[in-house]
């Protein structure tokens, strides 16, 4: 699908339900898009033409009210592949959040140096590498900016399916720069924690070498919203063996998932749902955040 037939993304319903538990002081929302600039519309100039969806017009100021109301303080704006290599949003919105919000970009080899100086100033902490939407970057982008992403201290950061006989693990399970899957390594959750991917995903995690987003339940399980049944043992076996490496995420606006837009203030109680006590939840939610995205060991 190109963007001349891609489908207009939903925008999620206002306002979210009030979670059943309150998020701990200091917590982070570590996976959202925004997609207005600073004016608050869309150049559609700027789109890849490679999109599978047309973005819907909410920006840094909607995800704010949506922090505020959940009790979000921190959060981390993930380039959407919509965009392609053009930042300009993201970049924007972090400079205009004066410090709140940290960044994740697109890149490709072409990228100047002056582009991620620029980028790093921003608050920028990673890159993405997305072979599942189009506009994104694949493997082999990623292999080729890899040093440049080890010079600055970043990481990269996965959308894959973990499944899939094409993930290049040799490159992966070598990697000089720390990983991060998104959404439980993004495969089809009934296949379980014993599948051949999510062990090795979670093998890296236990070795400190890669960390997991236990992020966007509803686009891995075929289960009823919002307990999602089949994703539970991913969540279990991913606190058993790297509770020090596992962050959480809205994954708001929910784009592409026409007809299953989930509710924010269901996410946040996946984390109860999961069987994360208080003490997990304030790693997951602060502490972890702040040792990848600041560098700090909360």
């Known amino acids: 699908m190109s963007g001349a037939s891609a489908r207009q993304a939903e925008t999620p319903a206002w306002p979210p339900k009030t979670p059943g538990h309150a998020v701990p002081d200091g917590a982070w929302d570590c996976h959202f898009h925004i997609f207005t600039g600073a004016d608050g519309g869309i150049d559609r100039s700027t789109l890849s033409p490679?999109?599978?969806?047309?973005?819907?017009?909410?920006?840094?100021?909607?995800?704010?009210?949506?922090h505020d109301r959940l009790g979000f303080a921190r959060g981390v704006i993930v380039q959407a592949a919509v965009y392609g290599t053009d930042n300009a949003?993201?970049?924007?919105?972090l400079r205009t959040a004066s410090g709140r919000y940290r960044g994740i970009a697109v890149i490709d080899a072409a990228t100047p140096e002056r582009a991620l100086?620029?980028?790093?100033?921003?608050?920028?902490?990673?890159?993405r590498v997305n072979v599942l939407y189009g506009g994104g970057v694949g493997f082999a982008v990623g292999r080729a900016i890899e040093d440049r992403v080890k010079a600055r201290g970043w990481h990269i950061q996965l959308l894959i399916d973990i499944a899939r006989p094409e993930v290049p693990w040799d490159w992966l399970e070598r990697a000089t720069v720390p990983l991060?899957?998104?959404?439980?390594?993004?495969?089809?959750?009934?296949?379980?924690?014993?599948s051949p991917g999510f062990r090795r995903m979670l093998r890296l995690a236990r070795e400190g070498r890669a960390w997991v987003k236990i992020t966007g339940p509803t686009r891995i399980s075929v289960a009823p919203a919002p307990e999602h049944a089949d994703v539970r043992p991913l969540a279990e076996a991913l606190v058993a063996a790297a509770p020090d490496r596992l962050v959480w995420g809205s994954d708001w606006p929910h784009v592409a998932l026409w007809g299953r837009m989930p509710d924010d203030g269901d996410l946040v109680d996946d984390l109860e749902r999961w069987g994360l006590d208080a003490a997990m939840r304030r790693r997951v939610l602060v502490d972890n955040p702040l040792r990848l995205y600041e560098g700090q060991n909360a």
């Open 50 to 66: 490679a999109r599978v969806y047309d973005p819907p017009a909410v920006g840094l100021a909607e995800v704010q009210r949506l």
């Open 89 to 93: 949003a993201m970049q924007s919105a």
């Open 117 to 127: 100086d620029d980028l790093a100033a921003a608050g920028v902490r990673g890159v």
């Open 180 to 194: 991060v899957f998104d959404h439980f390594g993004h495969f089809d959750a009934r296949l379980g924690p014993q």
